[in-house]
């Protein structure tokens, strides 16, 4: 099964805060990066990439309070990885199937912003 690998790698750099959660599946490894990107200004983003080639699983429009080296921690049975900057909160959720990541806005227990998904397949390609 699926898992992820600690520590997590925090990044701070050209515009960027987040971190870069490592997965693993017996020798496989891939990697999921969590930033804010304030590169841009005038659209100040968080953005979940996948990987090597950093495919973009997840891009959503934020206030300046995010830009943020996020605080990250793990559930106890080690399914779920938090990454939480201001005003929201990515899930990452390992289920046998693959991983699920959802944006959360602080406060909301209803329902999720954005919402992504990769098979198990899918995390060790690209």
């Not at 790698?9 to 969590?34: F, P």
């Not at 005003?87 to 199937?97: K, R």
Request: aromatic content about 10%; charged content about 30%; some cysteine.
């Amino acid at each position: 099964m699926l898992e992820f690998i600690k520590p997590v790698e925090k990044t701070e750099v050209n515009g960027q805060r987040g971190c870069v959660v490592g997965l693993s599946l017996g020798e496989q490894k891939s990697s999921l990066a969590m930033f804010c990107d304030a590169i841009e200004l005038d659209d100040i983003r968080i953005k979940v990439l996948h990987g090597d080639n950093e495919e973009e699983l997840l891009s959503v429009t934020v206030t300046r309070n995010n830009f943020i080296v996020p605080t990250v921690q793990f559930s106890s049975d080690d399914k779920y990885c938090y990454v939480k900057f201001d005003e929201f909160e990515l899930h990452v959720c390992i289920t046998d199937e693959g991983i699920v990541i959802d944006l959360w806005k602080a406060g909301d227990d209803e329902e999720s912003v954005e919402s992504s998904y990769l098979f198990e397949d899918e995390v060790f390609t690209g």
